[in-house]
């Protein structure tokens, strides 16, 4: 799934593209580092959107996950986010961000569930 990390970087925002995965209670996301030019080392506090839809554009929802972040040297897990189309894999950088806030808005119909 893709997304968008927001995070500080010399005092300034950065917004970058992102593709994701959970794993237990971390959600990992792997950017590019063309816009960083470098893994940032010490990414703090970051915030994360996704949204998507229905096939048939019936609903809409949309999910941000905010805190802290850490660069994962190692990644010994199973569980590694996608690759970002057009970017080779040594150009990117996974990060590993701890849900400590989860909020998320759904807009339109849903499929009704099994009748009762």
Known sequence: MAGHLALSQGALPLVLPVTCAVDGEYLLVRAGLGLLGRAP????????QTAAGNF????????MVQGRAEVVEDHDGSIVPPGIPLVPDEFTTILRVSMELVTGWQYGGWPAGPAS
Do not use: H, L, N
Not at 41 to 48: D, L, T
């Open 56 to 63: 048939d554009k019936s609903g809409r929802w949309e999910v």
């Open 41 to 48: 080392f010490q990414p703090g506090i970051v915030a994360f």
